[in-house]
């Protein structure tokens, strides 16, 4: 049987790939790309875009798409047969792209070529690939350069472990609890622990530190000392707290000394300045003046949410002094008490079949695609595939991963399968595929699966990077989709996504009590929307919380001064300077912050709140054109067909302020997002 990462005659046969086909294929690819390179650096070769694509990318891309499929099946059907043989090959690619990225011969080449040969989107794809070749060790010599390539591979390594402890460590905890352990904890939750506890042939009711598990037990279990055991374990996994062979906090000491010695290398003061050099945004002070900003404008706000804890907390809950792990509970009954709203009550109204048809029906109106079932090899029988389609013809396909499961690494993401490319080989287009992964709980007792109003927003979230990438019209590979989008406004389209998520005329469609069928009711939609910005002040103060952090230790630590203490340190300082709630001395939030140390956002983790503001402006243009139309519908076809000309199918092609100006007619502002969370009036404590 010939080895499923070498066939890209159609789509990847996923369910087929063993442990066994990764070495093989990776290594016969790692080869036919270092032909590759010899061929297009050649003295003899021509300096043309075409010709460079034809031989090189060409050959780049399989390896980049076998390489992405090993990647994805370890992040979601992580075995440690699998685990060790993506690890023996990951030195190997890293060198590779290391290597592709700074080689002088094909930097040359690239140098050579004549602008005036290349269309717009080449013209930007050439410019991207100028500044990434300095940015990726081009211009370095000797040693200098030989030291860069070193440092690629162990920064590659020790991000993997990081990712694979904190994954690890999330799957070892487990803790049977009795039942009236779980007093006040939703039924479906006990129901989905005591059969979880069944399968491992266990009494009791299994909990774990997955969210589907995890976060209601926080929220609703009336028992402190439950809630303080699980909150323990949480924010001490990874950690020198628990077993030792996962502790993460060498490897975040380790990382951080690689990508300063990276930075120093490449003439950066600092990793975060080396980070923003091809982003939006100009400097990293420029990054820390504009959280500075929000958090003064949302501290009041942040203070207000804890006085009103704690006054509950106090008078109605008799809790004179909570702790970290009550806050959850305290905000859910709070919140229950003022809106007379419960998550759990709204929870029974999205059953997942039902949210993911109302989904597709906004991306179909918004436009003009038709979403269809598709038919695919799948890693697992959970996984739907669909394709879309515009006037018959097919745009993009997407595999669609929901549940969560061991062995499959927490969160949320978008990864791309394949780009849209105009292929240089054959002249045909290439229709791009992508990876839609989230972590819902599962449906029990034969009932589908049920999506917290978080849960609904995570799906339209990664959604909106979906299709971002699906729904590009950009024919050149490099900057089509995604591609050569600045990170910090890639979020752009997922949170923008997010705000359908609180509309009357879109929840009414795609709503379904799973019982009864009935929509939701239009009162449960008013407390709902009575109760958006509860805690919104604290929400984003924790979201610059870890933004601040993560921009500070990638700029002001170096040298001897990057350890384990002074990592923390700058944890303590920041929660000092904005946050409104005390975490124990043993939080060791840090030690799974994986965005940062294993999951691409180094120095970038304020491209959320950066990209908010654009989101939320461009959000805004639906809402005006609603008001103007005297309708409460903002699923507006014009505007959305302005939106994805202007934003979605151009992708990477031209720089995303350009982009956003051509749908908004100007730069983004930030007053939608304030009004969006509640917080456009100053207040005072």
């Not at 969560?404 to 791309?416: L, P, Q, S």
């Amino acid at each position: 049987m010939t080895n499923p990462l070498l066939d890209f005659s159609g789509l990847p046969r996923f369910d087929q790939v063993q442990p066994a086909h990764i070495a093989p294929a990776i290594d016969q690819l790692l080869s036919e790309s270092e032909t590759a390179l010899k061929t297009v650096t050649a003295p003899d070769f021509p300096a043309q875009w075409n010709e460079i694509a034809k031989v090189l990318d060409v050959t780049t891309e399989k390896l980049g798409r076998a390489w992405g499929m090993v990647g994805h099946l370890n992040s979601v059907a992580d075995t440690p047969e699998l685990r060790a043989a993506y690890n023996a090959e990951m030195p190997k690619v890293t060198a590779f792209w290391t290597q592709l990225g700074a080689d002088e011969a094909l930097y040359a080449k690239y140098k050579a070529i004549d602008p005036a040969t290349l269309n717009s989107e080449q013209k930007q794809a050439w410019d991207n690939a100028m500044r990434n070749f300095v940015l990726g060790g081009a211009e370095l010599q000797g040693e200098a350069r030989e030291t860069y390539a070193a440092l690629q591979e162990k920064s590659a390594i020790a991000c993997q472990k990081y990712s694979e402890n904190a994954m690890d460590s999330t799957d070892q905890f487990a803790y049977y609890a009795e039942l009236d352990e779980l007093a006040g904890v939703p039924q479906d939750v006990i129901q989905a622990a005591r059969a979880a506890a069944e399968a491992d042939g266990k009494p009791g009711y299994k909990l774990t530190l997955k969210i589907p598990s995890y976060l209601p037990v926080m929220q609703f279990a009336k028992s402190s000392v439950l809630r303080e055991k699980l909150y323990r374990a949480y924010t001490t996994r990874a950690s020198e707290f628990g077993d030792t062979k996962l502790d993460n906090t060498p490897l975040m000491v380790e990382i951080l000394k690689i990508r300063e010695q990276e930075a120093h290398l490449l003439g950066y003061p600092s990793f975060g300045e080396l980070s923003v050099a091809p982003k939006m945004a100009q400097s990293s002070a420029q990054v820390m003046e504009f959280l500075q900003e929000l958090a003064s404008k949302a501290k009041p706000y942040g203070q207000k949410d804890v006085q009103d804890l704690r006054d509950y907390a106090r008078t109605e809950l008799g809790l004179d002094n909570p702790q970290a792990w009550d806050w959850g509970y305290i905000g859910e009954h709070l919140k229950e008490a003022r809106y007379a709203f419960s998550e759990q009550e709204l929870k029974q109204y999205f059953p997942a079949p039902k949210v993911l048809a109302g989904l597709f029906r906004i991306v179909e109106t918004l436009f003009g695609v038709q979403i269809k079932g598709d038919l695919a090899p799948v890693w697992n029988q959970d996984v739907g595939f669909y394709r879309i389609e515009r006037d018959g013809a097919l745009v993009g396909q997407f595999y669609l991963d929901p549940p969560a499961r061991n062995g499959k690494r927490g969160g949320a993401w978008m990864d791309d399968v394949r780009t849209r490319w105009l292929r240089p080989d054959n002249g045909e287009l290439q229709t791009p595929i992508a990876h839609l992964v989230c972590n819902f709980a599962a449906g029990v007792d034969g009932k589908p699966a049920l999506l917290t109003h978080d849960d609904v927003i995570t799906l339209f979230h990664e959604t909106g990077h979906g299709l971002h990438h699906m729904l590009t019209q950009v024919n050149e590979r490099d900057v089509s989709g995604i591609g050569g989008v600045e990170w910090d406004a890639v979020e752009l389209p997922s949170q923008f996504m997010e705000n359908f998520c609180w509309e009357w005329e879109v929840l009414r469609h795609m709503t379904a009590h799973v019982d009864t069928g009935e929509p939701l009711p239009r009162a449960l939609y008013d407390k709902m929307i009575a109760a958006k910005n509860f805690q919104s002040g604290m929400q984003t103060l924790r979201q610059i919380e870890f933004s601040l952090f993560d921009m500070r230790i990638h700029t002001e630590l170096s040298g001897d001064g990057i350890n384990a203490d002074a990592i923390y340190g700058v944890m303590r300082d920041v929660r000092r300077q904005v946050a409104v709630l005390d975490q124990p001395d043993f939080n060791r939030m840090p030690n799974t912050f994986t965005h940062v140390f294993a999951g691409g956002y180094a120095a970038g983790y304020y491209s959320y709140k950066w990209a908010e503001v654009l989101s939320a402006d461009a959000f805004a243009s639906f809402e005006e054109a609603a008001k103007k139309r005297g309708s409460s519908d903002v699923v507006d076809p014009e505007v959305g067909q302005r939106y994805l000309h202007a934003i979605l199918e151009a992708g990477g092609s031209r720089p995303a302020m350009e982009s956003f100006k051509a749908f908004r007619g100007r730069e983004p502002q930030l007053d939608a997002l304030l009004r969006h969370q509640g917080m456009a009036e100053p207040l005072t404590v």
